[in-house]
């Protein structure tokens, strides 16, 4: 069964440190997306890629975080310095889009960040 | 006006009712629509696609009504398996993203 791996699967930290997150999205996708979880805020989108390329990350903080697509198999989401209000649920999600249709997106199970 | 809401429930309802949540969209530009699936403490799931005819999956019907912007989905003899919470998406077509509601948590007891 083909699924997006995101590693680590729990994280603590403190304020101040550097946390990176990473996802191997379905082989063969061209999509991928960051999403922040909350029970504030439910699901926010931080960054999405197509193709590699960046199209989206006008939801995510500039100043601290950061996205890329090193290779076809490898997203990273980057915080750099961290902050309590960052703890939440990061999930990333690969899909598939032929045109201009988005399909089912296919979520990883998440990675749970704590900053204390 | 937020992009997508939906009544955050908890919806209580025992096995073998019948239930139905909304979801209302504010851009009436927006394309596609679908009902995804979120059990507790785990990654969201694709339930199903909401397409213009409506649509119907065994026990859950989704419909879509864009004159009043809104989209639903029942669900039929409910089932303890079904307790999670029901997230509703709206992608507003081209290169745009897929925009999620808060969910509609629904929680079915014997």
């Known amino acids: 069964d083909a699924r997006v791996t995101q590693t680590p699967r729990h994280k603590v930290t403190e304020m101040g440190q550097e946390v990176t997150m990473r996802c191997q999205p379905i082989l063969g996708h061209n999509t991928v997306f960051w999403y922040r979880q909350t029970m504030m805020q439910g699901l926010e989108l931080l960054a999405y890629?197509?193709?590699?390329?960046?199209?989206?990350d006008s939801g995510m903080p500039k100043d601290r975080f950061s996205a890329e697509m090193p290779d076809a198999t490898l997203a990273t989401l980057k915080i750099q310095p961290s902050e309590p209000r960052d703890s939440a649920v990061y999930f990333c999600?690969?899909?598939?889009?032929?045109?201009?249709?988005?399909?089912?997106?296919?979520f990883g199970e998440g990675s749970r960040l704590t900053v204390l | 006006r937020k992009e997508v809401e939906q009544d955050p429930g908890p919806f209580n309802v025992p096995e073998g009712a019948t239930v139905a949540f909304n979801c209302t969209y504010s851009?009436?530009?927006?394309?596609?629509f679908f009902w995804y699936r979120q059990d507790c403490r785990k990654e969201p799931k694709l339930l199903m696609s909401v397409y213009s005819s409506g649509n119907e999956d065994g026990r859950f019907t989704a419909q879509l009504n864009r004159a009043s912007q809104y989209i639903s989905l029942l669900i039929r003899d409910s089932k303890l398996s079904d307790s999670a919470t029901y997230l509703c998406?709206?992608?507003?077509?081209?290169?745009?993203?897929?925009?999620f509601g808060k969910g509609t948590m629904l929680l079915v007891s014997p």
């Open positions: 890629f197509r193709n590699r390329a960046p199209l989206d």
């Open positions: 851009n009436s530009a927006s394309q596609s």
């Open positions: 999600a690969s899909g598939l889009v032929l045109g201009a249709n988005t399909g089912e997106l296919f």
């Open positions: 998406v709206v992608n507003k077509g081209g290169y745009s993203t897929l925009t």
